[in-house]
């Protein structure tokens, strides 16, 4: 069975500009959720979705916003980028979501804003 | 606002020996708990979850305890070995609400 999987792997944007990363969960699995991963921060939760709607959120601004396609697969933009936006993001992928569920990571996406 | 704190940034401990970490929480009212270990480079990896409802979780060489009055999960490793040494998150959850992660424990288990 395929694993989480995020594209892109690395990306390079400057700031201003505006970033969709992509996130194909597991086949089968119904939730996805993102977070951000920083040094100074550590792992924050951005939000999570299930069956297309979104179940719950973290506390970051509305520059970051998320959806899920009906074949589960998930996006996550953040527009108008800031220095500090600079971060590994990872989505994680499971069958009934994050309280009942085990969450399997992707290798995360690596984004630098200049 | 919401605090998580895990027992100490760092833990070393001899091979064999049982590695105990804390996770501490403020202004929180989980419905549940998860500890996961990640690796350098690497995203987490889900080991445990525990229901508030719940007071002990165990799962091969791991422990979980869960004290709501305490505001407090301990997270035990048995036995523990070289390959154990990671960096352990706890993360706390309620439905609709923000998932918190604490920062986080790197444990050197030492041969």
């Known amino acids: 069975k395929a694993g989480v999987t995020q594209t892109p792997r690395y990306l390079i944007k400057t700031r201003g500009q505006q970033v969709t990363l992509s996130c194909s969960p597991i086949?089968?699995?119904?939730?996805v959720s993102w977070y951000q991963q920083t040094p100074g921060q550590g792992l924050q939760f951005l939000f999570e979705?299930?069956?297309?709607?979104?179940?719950n959120k973290g506390n970051f601004p509305g520059r970051f916003s998320g959806r899920q396609f009906s074949n589960s697969r998930s996006e996550m933009n953040v527009s108008t980028l800031e220095l500090g936006d600079s971060a590994l993001y990872l989505c994680?992928?499971?069958?009934?979501?994050?309280?009942?569920?085990?969450?399997?990571f992707g290798p995360g996406t690596r984004l630098t804003v200049l | 606002s919401q605090k998580i704190e895990q027992n100490s940034e760092a833990l070393n401990i001899q091979e064999g020996k049982t590695a105990t970490l804390t996770c501490n929480y403020t202004?929180?009212?989980?419905?549940?708990l998860q500890w996961y270990r990640q690796d350098p480079g690497r995203g987490p990896v889900f080991l445990l979850l525990i229901r508030e409802n719940e007071k002990e979780k165990r799962k091969e060489r791991l422990k979980v305890t869960f004290d709501t009055t305490l505001k407090q999960s301990l997270f035990h490793i048995t036995a523990s070995q070289p390959a154990d040494s990671a960096t352990y998150l706890c993360?706390?959850?309620?439905?609709?609400?923000?998932?918190?992660f604490g920062p986080g424990t790197r444990l050197s288990v030492l041969p």
């Open positions: 202004n929180y009212s989980p419905a549940y």
């Open positions: 979705y299930f069956s297309e709607t979104q179940r």
């Open positions: 994680a992928s499971s069958l009934g979501g994050l309280n009942t569920d085990t969450q399997y």
């Open positions: 086949s089968g699995h119904r939730s």
């Open positions: 993360a706390l959850g309620n439905y609709g609400q923000n998932f918190v």
